[in-house]
């Protein structure tokens, strides 16, 4: 595991090392998760996927649906049902 001590500017800024950034392909504008746990910080690399890629995955998620029997309405039901219980 590669640990390295960062220090947290008078703004709570932090600066990724060149060598993280490097190893990870982070580049200015890209964008991080934050996870925290007790006081943990676990910082992720989000990346988006490209149009081509989420287009893809969409068509791959719509076959397995229509393989399953799932309709239109079935898919809207599953998430109306998800979406209650995330806010409960």
Same mark, same amino acid.
């Given at each position: 595991m590669n640990t390295q001590i960062l220090t947290v500017s008078s703004k709570g800024q932090i600066s990724l090392p060149v060598s993280i950034r490097k190893r990870l392909?982070? $580049?200015s504008g890209d964008k991080l998760v934050a996870y925290i746990s007790g006081d943990v910080i676990m910082l992720k690399a989000l990346k988006l996927p490209t149009a081509e890629?989420? $287009?893809a995955s969409l068509d791959e998620a719509q076959k397995w649906a229509a393989s399953v029997g799932y309709t239109e309405n079935d898919v809207d039901d599953i998430i109306k049902s998800a979406r209650k219980k995330k806010r409960t």
């Open positions: 392909s982070i $580049e890629e989420f $287009e």
